[in-house]
């Protein structure tokens, strides 16, 4: 596994933990950046689109665009129950880290 795929591995996962721990298991794309980097990851927002159609087609999370702000891209990322089961390490998806024991 290359760098760039250890790091976008992560990323997925922290990504599912965030949204697990966030109320209602949503949160707008420019709040996942936000955390993502106060998590250490230094992404930009089109990285965090990027990653949440990635998870989506995964069937992970579910989006939805943000009506208040549609124009401008924001859109709602919401934890699935499989989703769910990746991030408490009951299901594997290649290319989402497998959670340690922490």
């Not at 949503?26 to 990653?51: F, P, W, Y």
């Not at 919401?78 to 990746?86: A, K, N």
Request: charged letters at 25%; proline letters at 4%; glycine letters at 10%.
């Amino acid at each position: 596994m290359s760098y760039g795929d250890y790091l976008a591995s992560d990323r997925r996962l922290v990504m599912l933990r965030i949204l697990k721990g966030a109320p209602g298991h949503s949160l707008n794309c420019r709040s996942m950046q936000k955390v993502l980097i106060g998590a250490g990851h230094r992404v930009s927002l089109d990285r965090v689109r990027t990653e949440a159609a990635w998870l989506e087609e995964q069937g992970v999370i579910k989006t939805e665009p943000f009506e208040a702000a549609a124009a401008k891209g924001y859109m709602i990322l919401t934890l699935t129950q499989r989703g769910t089961d990746v991030a408490n390490g009951h299901t594997e998806v290649p290319g989402i880290d497998v959670p340690s024991g922490d």
